[in-house]
Protein backbone atom coordinates (compact mmCIF):
# COMPACT_ATOMS: atom_id res chain seq x y z
CA UNK A 1 0.00 0.00 0.00
CA UNK A 2 1.51 3.56 -0.85
CA UNK A 3 2.38 5.75 1.73
CA UNK A 4 0.39 9.35 1.89
CA UNK A 5 3.45 10.82 1.05
CA UNK A 6 3.22 8.85 -2.29
CA UNK A 7 -0.10 8.91 -2.71
CA UNK A 8 0.28 13.12 -2.45
CA UNK A 9 2.90 12.77 -5.18
CA UNK A 10 0.22 11.05 -6.87
CA UNK A 11 -2.55 13.18 -6.41
CA UNK A 12 -0.37 15.52 -7.32
CA UNK A 13 0.44 14.69 -10.59
CA UNK A 14 -3.19 13.53 -11.62
CA UNK A 15 -5.29 16.21 -10.84
CA UNK A 16 -5.01 18.14 -13.83
CA UNK A 17 -5.71 14.74 -15.87
CA UNK A 18 -7.92 12.30 -16.64
CA UNK A 19 -8.08 10.27 -13.55
CA UNK A 20 -9.89 12.99 -12.00
CA UNK A 21 -13.33 13.18 -12.88
CA UNK A 22 -16.48 14.57 -11.68
CA UNK A 23 -19.70 12.54 -11.34
CA UNK A 24 -23.04 14.01 -10.42
CA UNK A 25 -25.82 13.34 -7.89
CA UNK A 26 -29.31 14.51 -8.55
CA UNK A 27 -31.14 16.20 -5.52
CA UNK A 28 -34.77 16.16 -6.07
CA UNK A 29 -37.54 18.44 -4.64
CA UNK A 30 -39.41 16.61 -1.56
CA UNK A 31 -42.85 18.78 -3.03
CA UNK A 32 -42.79 18.21 -6.66
CA UNK A 33 -40.13 15.12 -6.96
CA UNK A 34 -37.77 16.95 -9.88
CA UNK A 35 -34.74 17.41 -9.95
CA UNK A 36 -33.82 20.63 -8.91
CA UNK A 37 -29.86 20.30 -8.46
CA UNK A 38 -26.93 18.10 -8.46
CA UNK A 39 -23.69 17.72 -6.52
CA UNK A 40 -20.24 17.08 -8.05
CA UNK A 41 -18.63 14.46 -7.22
CA UNK A 42 -15.14 13.95 -7.12
CA UNK A 43 -13.39 10.43 -8.23
CA UNK A 44 -9.55 9.12 -8.61
CA UNK A 45 -9.02 6.55 -10.75
CA UNK A 46 -5.53 5.67 -10.14
CA UNK A 47 -3.51 3.60 -12.54
CA UNK A 48 -2.28 1.10 -9.89
CA UNK A 49 -4.55 1.37 -7.07
CA UNK A 50 -8.43 1.46 -8.98
CA UNK A 51 -10.80 3.64 -7.59
CA UNK A 52 -9.29 5.76 -4.54
CA UNK A 53 -11.93 6.16 -1.62
CA UNK A 54 -13.00 9.50 -1.57
CA UNK A 55 -12.13 10.60 1.88
CA UNK A 56 -9.07 9.16 1.77
CA UNK A 57 -8.58 11.35 -1.03
CA UNK A 58 -9.66 14.28 0.18
CA UNK A 59 -7.49 13.22 3.49
CA UNK A 60 -4.61 13.15 1.44
CA UNK A 61 -5.30 16.13 -0.56
CA UNK A 62 -5.93 18.87 2.41
CA UNK A 63 -3.14 17.48 4.30
CA UNK A 64 -0.90 17.90 1.96
CA UNK A 65 -2.22 21.02 -0.02
CA UNK A 66 -3.54 19.49 -3.48
CA UNK A 67 -6.63 20.68 -2.04
CA UNK A 68 -6.49 24.15 -3.52
CA UNK A 69 -5.83 22.89 -7.23
CA UNK A 70 -8.29 19.65 -6.75
CA UNK A 71 -11.26 21.91 -6.31
CA UNK A 72 -10.56 24.76 -8.48
CA UNK A 73 -10.42 21.80 -10.75
CA UNK A 74 -13.88 20.39 -8.99
CA UNK A 75 -15.18 24.00 -9.61
CA UNK A 76 -14.30 24.25 -13.07
CA UNK A 77 -15.99 20.85 -13.47
CA UNK A 78 -19.20 21.56 -12.09
CA UNK A 79 -18.95 24.97 -13.59
CA UNK A 80 -19.08 23.24 -17.39
CA UNK A 81 -21.46 21.07 -16.77
CA UNK A 82 -23.95 23.65 -15.53
CA UNK A 83 -23.48 25.42 -18.65
CA UNK A 84 -24.62 21.60 -20.70
CA UNK A 85 -27.61 21.30 -18.32
CA UNK A 86 -28.66 25.27 -18.70
CA UNK A 87 -28.16 24.86 -22.91
CA UNK A 88 -29.89 21.65 -23.26
CA UNK A 89 -33.29 23.43 -20.98
CA UNK A 90 -32.45 21.72 -17.68
CA UNK A 91 -32.41 24.82 -14.97
CA UNK A 92 -30.93 22.85 -12.41
CA UNK A 93 -28.32 24.62 -10.00
CA UNK A 94 -25.02 22.78 -9.58
CA UNK A 95 -22.97 21.90 -5.83
CA UNK A 96 -19.49 21.83 -5.62
CA UNK A 97 -17.81 20.87 -2.10
CA UNK A 98 -15.10 23.45 -1.13
CA UNK A 99 -12.88 22.73 2.14
CA UNK A 100 -12.51 25.03 4.81
CA UNK A 101 -9.15 25.13 4.30
CA UNK A 102 -9.36 26.33 0.35
CA UNK A 103 -10.06 29.73 1.87
CA UNK A 104 -7.13 30.11 3.58
CA UNK A 105 -6.18 30.77 -0.15
CA UNK A 106 -6.76 34.98 -0.73
CA UNK A 107 -7.48 34.38 -4.18
CA UNK A 108 -10.34 31.82 -4.06
CA UNK A 109 -12.88 33.66 -3.56
CA UNK A 110 -11.98 36.30 -5.66
CA UNK A 111 -11.77 33.70 -8.30
CA UNK A 112 -14.85 32.41 -7.84
CA UNK A 113 -16.78 35.71 -7.95
CA UNK A 114 -14.68 36.81 -10.94
CA UNK A 115 -16.05 33.54 -13.14
CA UNK A 116 -19.70 33.88 -11.48
CA UNK A 117 -19.54 37.43 -13.01
CA UNK A 118 -17.83 36.24 -16.29
CA UNK A 119 -20.28 33.56 -16.87
CA UNK A 120 -23.41 35.56 -15.89
CA UNK A 121 -24.53 33.26 -13.80
CA UNK A 122 -28.09 33.23 -12.25
CA UNK A 123 -28.32 33.70 -8.43
CA UNK A 124 -28.61 30.59 -7.15
CA UNK A 125 -27.06 28.71 -9.66
CA UNK A 126 -23.98 27.53 -7.97
CA UNK A 127 -24.17 26.28 -4.49
CA UNK A 128 -20.68 26.06 -2.53
CA UNK A 129 -21.01 23.04 -0.03
CA UNK A 130 -19.29 24.02 3.17
CA UNK A 131 -17.85 20.36 4.35
CA UNK A 132 -16.90 19.44 8.05
CA UNK A 133 -13.42 19.84 8.83
CA UNK A 134 -11.57 18.28 12.30
CA UNK A 135 -9.79 21.90 12.83
CA UNK A 136 -12.50 24.25 13.91
CA UNK A 137 -12.80 26.88 11.19
CA UNK A 138 -11.93 30.60 11.81
CA UNK A 139 -15.68 31.86 11.74
CA UNK A 140 -14.31 35.40 12.15
CA UNK A 141 -12.26 35.36 8.54
CA UNK A 142 -14.47 33.24 7.33
CA UNK A 143 -17.94 34.97 7.28
CA UNK A 144 -16.60 37.82 5.45
CA UNK A 145 -15.84 35.63 2.58
CA UNK A 146 -18.85 33.84 2.55
CA UNK A 147 -20.48 37.05 2.51
CA UNK A 148 -18.75 37.85 -0.70
CA UNK A 149 -19.94 35.12 -2.24
CA UNK A 150 -23.50 35.68 -1.30
CA UNK A 151 -23.28 39.19 -2.80
CA UNK A 152 -22.55 37.65 -6.17
CA UNK A 153 -25.68 35.17 -6.15
CA UNK A 154 -23.38 32.15 -4.85
CA UNK A 155 -25.79 29.95 -2.28
CA UNK A 156 -23.74 28.41 0.62
CA UNK A 157 -24.42 25.20 1.89
CA UNK A 158 -23.22 23.70 5.37
CA UNK A 159 -22.82 20.19 5.29
CA UNK A 160 -23.11 17.57 8.37
CA UNK A 161 -26.28 19.90 10.05
CA UNK A 162 -27.46 18.26 13.08
CA UNK A 163 -23.86 16.80 14.47
CA UNK A 164 -23.34 19.78 16.60
CA UNK A 165 -20.64 21.81 14.32
CA UNK A 166 -21.11 24.29 14.51
CA UNK A 167 -23.18 25.79 17.28
CA UNK A 168 -26.74 26.23 16.80
CA UNK A 169 -25.98 30.10 17.93
CA UNK A 170 -23.78 30.65 14.94
CA UNK A 171 -26.43 29.36 12.52
CA UNK A 172 -27.72 33.21 12.64
CA UNK A 173 -24.10 35.11 11.71
CA UNK A 174 -23.52 32.65 8.74
CA UNK A 175 -24.86 33.84 5.29
CA UNK A 176 -26.56 30.08 4.76
CA UNK A 177 -28.66 29.15 2.12
CA UNK A 178 -28.71 25.40 2.87
CA UNK A 179 -27.87 22.72 5.32
CA UNK A 180 -27.75 19.27 4.93
CA UNK A 181 -28.87 16.87 7.00
CA UNK A 182 -25.99 13.69 7.34
CA UNK A 183 -27.58 9.94 5.87
CA UNK A 184 -25.86 8.45 9.30
CA UNK A 185 -28.62 10.78 11.45
CA UNK A 186 -31.13 10.34 8.93
CA UNK A 187 -30.98 6.47 8.41
CA UNK A 188 -30.38 6.39 12.32
CA UNK A 189 -33.31 7.70 13.73
CA UNK A 190 -35.60 6.40 16.27
CA UNK A 191 -38.35 8.17 17.56
CA UNK A 192 -36.28 9.98 19.82
CA UNK A 193 -33.93 11.18 17.24
CA UNK A 194 -36.64 12.40 14.92
CA UNK A 195 -37.99 14.75 17.57
CA UNK A 196 -34.46 16.09 18.13
CA UNK A 197 -33.56 16.00 14.08
CA UNK A 198 -36.94 17.99 13.92
CA UNK A 199 -36.40 20.34 16.21
CA UNK A 200 -32.75 21.35 14.38
CA UNK A 201 -34.61 21.34 10.94
CA UNK A 202 -37.58 23.56 12.20
CA UNK A 203 -34.63 25.78 13.48
CA UNK A 204 -32.98 25.84 10.32
CA UNK A 205 -36.18 26.93 8.55
CA UNK A 206 -36.86 29.83 10.97
CA UNK A 207 -33.64 31.46 10.06
CA UNK A 208 -35.26 30.64 6.37
CA UNK A 209 -32.44 27.79 5.30
CA UNK A 210 -33.14 25.13 2.83
CA UNK A 211 -32.75 21.54 4.30
CA UNK A 212 -31.26 18.63 2.40
CA UNK A 213 -31.12 15.14 3.68
CA UNK A 214 -28.36 13.35 1.94
CA UNK A 215 -27.89 9.58 2.03
CA UNK A 216 -31.11 8.68 1.38
CA UNK A 217 -31.16 4.86 0.61
CA UNK A 218 -34.54 3.29 1.11
CA UNK A 219 -38.15 4.36 1.39
CA UNK A 220 -38.03 4.25 4.67
CA UNK A 221 -35.14 7.00 4.86
CA UNK A 222 -37.04 8.97 2.16
CA UNK A 223 -40.59 8.79 4.65
CA UNK A 224 -38.40 10.05 7.51
CA UNK A 225 -36.73 13.15 5.61
CA UNK A 226 -40.54 13.99 5.02
CA UNK A 227 -41.55 13.87 8.33
CA UNK A 228 -38.92 15.62 9.41
CA UNK A 229 -39.77 18.73 7.31
CA UNK A 230 -36.61 18.21 4.72
CA UNK A 231 -37.08 20.25 1.26
CA UNK A 232 -35.30 18.25 -0.34
CA UNK A 233 -33.72 15.12 -1.00
CA UNK A 234 -30.04 13.21 -2.10
CA UNK A 235 -29.28 9.62 -2.22
CA UNK A 236 -28.86 6.39 -3.97
CA UNK A 237 -32.65 5.47 -3.86
CA UNK A 238 -33.38 8.53 -6.28
CA UNK A 239 -30.41 8.04 -8.24
CA UNK A 240 -26.82 7.09 -7.99
CA UNK A 241 -23.76 9.35 -9.20
CA UNK A 242 -23.47 9.68 -12.50
CA UNK A 243 -20.78 11.00 -15.26
CA UNK A 244 -23.13 12.27 -17.30
CA UNK A 245 -26.28 14.65 -17.39
CA UNK A 246 -28.95 12.19 -18.53
CA UNK A 247 -31.24 12.62 -15.86
CA UNK A 248 -34.60 12.52 -15.93
CA UNK A 249 -37.14 16.00 -14.98
CA UNK A 250 -38.35 14.03 -12.22
CA UNK A 251 -37.62 11.63 -9.69
CA UNK A 252 -40.50 8.50 -9.20
CA UNK A 253 -39.56 7.33 -5.44
CA UNK A 254 -39.41 10.79 -4.02
CA UNK A 255 -42.48 11.68 -5.43
CA UNK A 256 -44.39 8.59 -4.19
Aim: proline share 7%.
Amino acid sequence: MPTTEDLADDLARAVGGSQISAVFQPQVSLESGSVVAAEALCRWSHPRLGDVDPVTMIAVAERSGVIHALGRRMLDEGLRRLAEWRGNGRDWAVAVNVSPLQFEDASFVRDVVAEVTRRGLAPGSLVLELAPHPEPADHDALLPQLRALGECGVEISLAGYGTGSPPLGRLPQMPLAEVKLSGELVRAADTEGLASLGREVDIAHAHGLRVVAEGIETLTHLHVARQLGCDRAQGFLIREPHSDIAFPSGAPAAAE
